[in-house]
């Protein structure tokens, strides 16, 4: 498994993340304070932490999949991305689709953060793009 230095800025020690298995690919990342969120809506959640990523990497914040199943809450923007040139405090756009106002505290796991690679394309304009069996088909056109 590849591994490499991500420098943290922290408002509290007790909200840096960490990985939880030896395999996990994402770490849980914490409300830095108390809130609610009414049923249907959405809001900003801060989580007190600042990443410097390196070079060719971005983090990508998802969703709990516990907090989804058992709370109905979860990421608008999923996957959120943190670019390598960001500097600002990571926040968390979370929405409550339950029928219920759902409560958080500080240090309660909102979200998911995986770290990857980032490759970027040279985009070229043509008049034609090659042919394939699929062709333009799309939104259920494979029968799903």
């Known amino acids: 498994m590849q591994t490499f ?12 993340p960490e990985y939880k298995s030896t395999l996990a690919a994402g770490v849980d990342l914490m409300s830095s304070g108390d ?19 390196p070079e060719g990497y971005e983090a990508q914040v998802r969703p709990r999949s516990g907090l989804a199943l058992k ?12 670019d390598a040139d ?19 505290k500080k240090g309660d796991r ?5 770290i990857a690679p980032v490759v970027q394309a040279d985009f070229i304009q043509v008049d034609d793009l090659s042919d394939t069996d699929r062709g333009s088909g799309g939104f259920g056109h494979t029968g799903v």
């Open 86 to 104: 960001y500097r600002g405090e990571i926040g968390v756009i979370l929405i409550n689709h339950s029928s219920e106002t759902f409560t958080y």
């Open 110 to 114: 909102i979200a998911q953060m995986v």
């Open 71 to 82: 709370q109905g809450v979860t990421v608008l923007n999923t996957p959120g991305t943190i």
């Open 35 to 53: 809130g609610e969120i009414a049923s249907g809506e959405y809001t900003l959640v801060k989580t007190g932490i600042s990443i410097e990523l």
């Open 5 to 16: 230095t991500v420098k943290i800025k922290a408002d509290d020690k007790s909200l840096i």
